[in-house]
């Protein structure tokens, strides 16, 4: 509950700052927080589709400004295109960086990764589909328009990235964005190459299950023979036992009987001497 409040006053005081800046006039941004970055790439990163399907953009940033505040953090939807143009640049910034320095530089780096991961992989079946929303899109990632910079540059931006990836997973030094030909023989090559580590994985994954299935059923079999064992040891410990215990009985009764038959003839002894 301390915490719980104490997060919501953090947000009514940076909504307070973030309005009197506003009415001031103010030209300064107030700072985004870890909590608020990540919740403003969780709603990026759930209309990243749209974002590739429409031409203009502005509505989905204004989208997103109004879903920040129904979070409980007051950003302009300028503000939201430029942060997220900030965090593309710092994302593509890490390529040559170590994983370990990366996560901290940027410890949002995961978040942008997945974004752009899932967006290719969109590409990709749409590509193979070859319907007309899958040129569409190709265009759109291949094109630069000076009409279109204000609502598109952080697409265009975000298009270069995927390219990018895209050329270095398929081992090619550059693809030409001119030639539609190359770029759809590119993109071919990709996804089989994509469907053919997919099997791979599935059949390795497919030999690990079966292997370890052997495996238990060996350790299950050898479970069962040590039990038959010690079930096999404890019926002959037990009959052991009993025979043991059988001959004792019969040494008890043979010891019983010859005192009985000692204590008899000294009683009949004493009785004749009596006499």
Avoid at 36 to 49: G, N, S
Avoid at 164 to 184: C, D, H, I, L, P
Wanted: proline share 1%.
């Amino acid at each position: 509950m301390e915490g719980g409040h104490h997060h919501q006053h953090h947000q009514q005081q940076q909504q307070q700052h973030s309005m009197s800046s506003m009415e001031q006039g103010d030209s300064r941004v107030p700072q985004w927080s870890f909590q608020e970055t990540k919740e403003f790439l969780v709603i990026r990163a759930e209309l990243d589709q749209t974002f590739m399907e429409t031409k203009r953009n502005k509505l989905l940033w204004e989208v997103i400004s109004n879903k920040m505040k129904e979070k409980g953090y007051l950003r302009s939807s300028d503000q939201c295109k430029c942060k997220w143009k900030n965090l593309v640049t710092r994302y593509k910034g890490c390529e040559t960086i170590e994983p370990e320095s990366m996560r901290q530089q940027f410890p949002f780096y995961n978040e942008l990764q997945t974004i752009f991961s899932a967006r290719m992989q969109r590409m990709l079946w749409l590509e193979a589909e070859g319907g007309p929303t899958s040129s569409g899109m190709r265009k759109k990632g291949s094109r630069l328009s000076s009409s279109d910079d204000d609502d598109n540059e952080e697409s265009d931006e975000e298009k270069l990235v995927v390219k990018k990836k895209m050329r270095k997973g398929k081992g090619a030094s550059t693809t030409s964005t001119s030639t539609g030909n190359a770029y759809n023989s590119n993109l071919q090559h990709i996804l089989e190459e994509f469907m053919r580590q997919q099997v791979q994985m599935e059949t390795q994954w497919r030999e690990t299950v079966e292997l370890r299935e052997k495996e238990r059923r060996m350790r299950e079999m050898e479970w069962r023979q040590r039990m038959e064992d010690l079930e096999k040891e404890r019926l002959l410990m037990d009959r052991n036992w009993r025979e043991r215990e059988e001959q004792r009985r019969m040494r008890e009764e043979a010891r019983a009987e010859k005192r009985d038959a000692l204590i008899t003839a000294l009683l009949n002894k004493l009785r004749r001497e009596d006499m």
